[in-house]
């Protein structure tokens, strides 16, 4: 099973390249899963979707497309999600279908759940499945340094085994149900 990691945060200076490392190291010691980090930061998706504009459109679509599952590694700015991970959902909405989407979220208090809580509705516009289980981590400076993680180890893994397991199950079921009956809304 293909499961996209997704940077969804650009700005300079940002936690999110480490925390979807460690998320997508942990992804691979799950053993379920190839895995494709895809960093929005990368990537030219210009808001203007005019036929003119020069863009990664088609490519992105391509990973997104391949995908069987996803992990929207995101931060909360402002009580919210990024602009860069909205453009990236809209461009791209059919990408999304009868797949399964976890979160791993950061910010200050909140661990970035008010991001999440965002996202739900919008993913669920795209007929994505998101999943109740997350990996929400408050403060992340002082969780990761910028190689990793600094503090208890077996306690993060705990958790990203637990969204991890529901990403495969989901992934199994959703995808065995595409190829059975392909999904139309």
Aim: net charge negative.
């Amino acid at each position: 099973m293909r499961l996209a990691v997704i940077i969804g945060s650009v700005r300079e200076g940002r936690v999110g390249p480490t925390v979807a490392h460690w998320f997508a190291a942990e992804a691979g010691r799950h053993g379920r899963f190839d895995i494709d980090i895809v960093d929005l930061a990368d990537i030219r998706l210009p808001l203007d979707m005019s036929a003119g504009s020069e863009h990664d459109g088609d490519a992105f679509a391509a990973r997104l497309a391949e995908a069987d599952a996803f992990a929207v590694v995101t931060p909360e700015y402002n009580h919210g999600y990024p602009a860069a991970l909205k453009n990236a959902i809209d461009w791209n909405t059919g990408q999304w279908r009868a797949k399964p989407v976890g979160f791993v979220s950061y910010g200050g208090q909140s661990g970035g759940s008010r991001a999440v809580e965002q996202l739900r509705p919008v993913l669920a516009e795209a007929h994505a499945m998101t999943l109740r289980e997350t990996v929400s981590v408050s403060n992340p400076w002082d969780e990761f340094a910028p190689d990793g993680l600094r503090c208890d180890e077996t306690r993060w893994a705990a958790r990203a085994k637990r969204l991890l397991d529901q990403l495969a199950w989901w992934c199994r079921a959703l995808k065995d149900a595409r190829e059975k009956d392909p999904y139309e809304n």
